[in-house]
């Protein structure tokens, strides 16, 4: 499946890494959650459940996980990446849901629970309720009759840099995906580079500091390329060897060319 929506591409190239989703259950699900999940099962799920009219701007990511009591649980990610807060996401979540409920019977499957989570970056606080009844205008009295679940919502767009938790790769996506709508990323820009560079001493960090560098060319205006450029000599010229040679890179090729033939 091709995603050009570059929010949609870092989320699913950030989050699709099962050691990033791991600890984001980690760190975010509440605690009597994440004791029934043996999240040393974790693994990614096909999306094909999703309709074909869906698959271009399809951001959601499924998860399977065996629960610490027996059998298994489904964690449901989607990812809302627009500026303000969406009031059908309950809608757009069940619909995924009773779809990939929908696959399990076909396969003569037993019914899972699916936990759906969702990922908040956008400009304005989240202030949409999380209960798929809030919107429906219903009597108490048919409440009992129509669908009841709620998702579990994380809002970054208020988080500072500091106050994001888990390991380097998490709190990376995680700052990353909150700069994208800060005012001040242009004067922030050097910081947010300085924590992205420690995952250059990572396995495959390299391979990913591309794809963030990739996202923050093209998801945002609040910086422009020569910024950009200027913060990454900046990193380079503080000893990061190998640093330098990625913005080397991407000052003589260009950002987006250097990132396609990269």
Same mark, same amino acid.
């Given at each position: 499946?091709?995603?050009?929506?570059?929010?949609?591409?870092?989320?699913?190239?950030?989050?699709?890494?099962?050691?990033?989703?791991?600890?984001?259950?980690?760190?975010?699900?509440?605690?009597?959650?994440? +004791?029934?999940? =043996?999240?040393?099962?974790?693994?990614?799920? =096909?999306? *094909?459940?999703?309709?074909?009219?869906?698959?271009?701007?399809?951001?959601?990511?499924?998860?399977?996980?065996?629960?610490?009591t027996?059998?298994?649980?489904?964690?449901?990610?989607?990812?809302?990446?627009? *500026?303000?807060?969406?009031? &059908?996401?309950?809608?757009?979540? &069940?619909?995924?849901?009773?779809?990939?409920?929908?696959?399990?019977?076909?396969?003569?499957?037993?019914?899972?629970?699916?936990?759906?989570?969702? $990922?908040?970056?956008?400009?304005?606080?989240?202030?949409?309720?999380? =209960?798929?009844?809030?919107?429906?205008?219903?009597?108490?009295?048919?409440?009992?009759?129509?669908?009841?679940?709620?998702?579990h919502?994380?809002d970054?767009?208020?988080?500072? !840099?500091?106050a994001? +938790?888990?390991?380097?790769?998490? +709190?990376?996506? &995680?700052?990353?995906?909150?700069?994208?709508?800060?005012?001040?990323?242009?004067?922030?820009?050097g =910081?947010?580079?300085?924590? $992205?560079?420690? &995952?250059?001493?990572?396995?495959?960090?390299?391979?990913?500091?591309?794809?963030?560098?990739?996202?923050? *060319?093209?998801?945002?205006e609040?910086?422009?390329?020569? !910024?950009? @450029?200027?913060?990454?000599?900046?990193?380079?010229? @503080?000893?990061?060897?190998?640093?330098?040679?990625?913005?080397?890179?991407?000052?003589?090729?260009?950002?987006?060319?250097?990132?396609?033939?990269?």
């Amino acid at each position: 499946m091709t995603i050009s929506n570059p929010h949609d591409r870092f989320f699913r190239e950030s989050f699709g890494r099962s050691e990033i989703a791991r600890n984001y259950l980690e760190e975010y699900l509440p605690e009597q959650v994440r +004791r029934l999940l =043996d999240l040393d099962t974790l693994a990614l799920q =096909d999306g *094909s459940f999703i309709d074909e009219t869906m698959q271009e701007h399809q951001t959601d990511l499924l998860y399977q996980v065996q629960l610490t009591t027996g059998g298994q649980a489904y964690v449901y990610f989607l990812f809302e990446h627009k *500026s303000y807060p969406d009031p &059908l996401v309950a809608l757009q979540l &069940l619909r995924y849901m009773v779809r990939f409920w929908e696959r399990q019977v076909k396969e003569n499957n037993a019914l899972s629970p699916i936990i759906p989570l969702v $990922i908040y970056h956008g400009e304005k606080v989240w202030r949409v309720p999380t =209960d798929f009844l809030a919107l429906l205008d219903a009597p108490a009295a048919l409440r009992p009759y129509l669908p009841a679940f709620r998702y579990h919502l994380n809002d970054f767009s208020y988080l500072s !840099d500091e106050a994001i +938790r888990g390991e380097i790769w998490l +709190r990376v996506s &995680l700052a990353t995906l909150r700069a994208i709508f800060n005012p001040h990323l242009r004067e922030e820009l050097g =910081d947010l580079l300085a924590l $992205i560079f420690q &995952l250059g001493k990572q396995r495959t960090g390299l391979e990913y500091i591309r794809t963030i560098l990739y996202y923050l *060319s093209k998801a945002t205006e609040r910086v422009s390329r020569e !910024d950009l @450029q200027t913060a990454l000599l900046r990193q380079g010229a @503080q000893g990061e060897r190998t640093m330098a040679t990625i913005a080397q890179e991407f000052i003589q090729q260009g950002i987006e060319q250097g990132i396609e033939q990269g």
